[in-house]
């Protein structure tokens, strides 16, 4: 190993981070995250067998498919505000009516951990606008209006 190479992969290290923050600032980035992380105990929950002692308990009910479908979904939809960020309206949307179904059909929303996450996640997906470009500075000699000055 070279002494060269402890800064290059400083560089490239930086490199990276600097186009990730990039790539996070044109998307709802933490509104899909939110909705990913909500698909996981909407999905997870219903169908695990909690042991206390000798006692398990099963959660499972009658709706676990209807969990499971609600859980893919969110997950869907937060990839969708990630990588399709013009439709950030319509998966937030349909994460916040996902988070209220899934208060009936999957133990509370899995036991309102998923639900709140997908409600949070669906509004700032909802919320979330693109940042404008910035406008060009206006020449020295022209008028805010863009016509030619009457000195």
Do not use: E
Not at 117 to 130: D, E, F, N, T
């Amino acid at each position: 190993m070279s002494a060269d190479t402890r800064p290059r992969l400083i560089v490239s290290l930086g490199r990276t981070r600097r186009s990730f923050w990039d790539w996070r600032g044109h998307r709802p980035f933490w509104g899909g995250l939110l909705c990913i992380l909500a698909g996981v105990p909407i999905m997870y929950i219903p169908y695990q067998t909690m042991t206390l002692g000798d006692l398990h308990i099963r959660l499972a009910t009658t709706a676990g498919a209807g969990s499971l479908i609600i859980g893919v979904l969110l997950i869907v939809l937060g990839l969708t505000m990630w990588f399709q960020p013009q439709s950030r309206v319509f998966a937030g949307v349909a994460a916040i009516l996902l988070a209220l179904v899934s208060l009936v059909v999957s133990n509370f929303g899995a036991f309102l951990l998923g639900f709140l996450l997908a409600l949070i996640g669906g509004g700032l997906g909802v919320s979330w606008v693109p940042a404008k470009k910035p406008q060009p500075v206006a020449a020295a000699g022209a008028q805010p209006d863009g016509g030619p000055r009457g000195d």
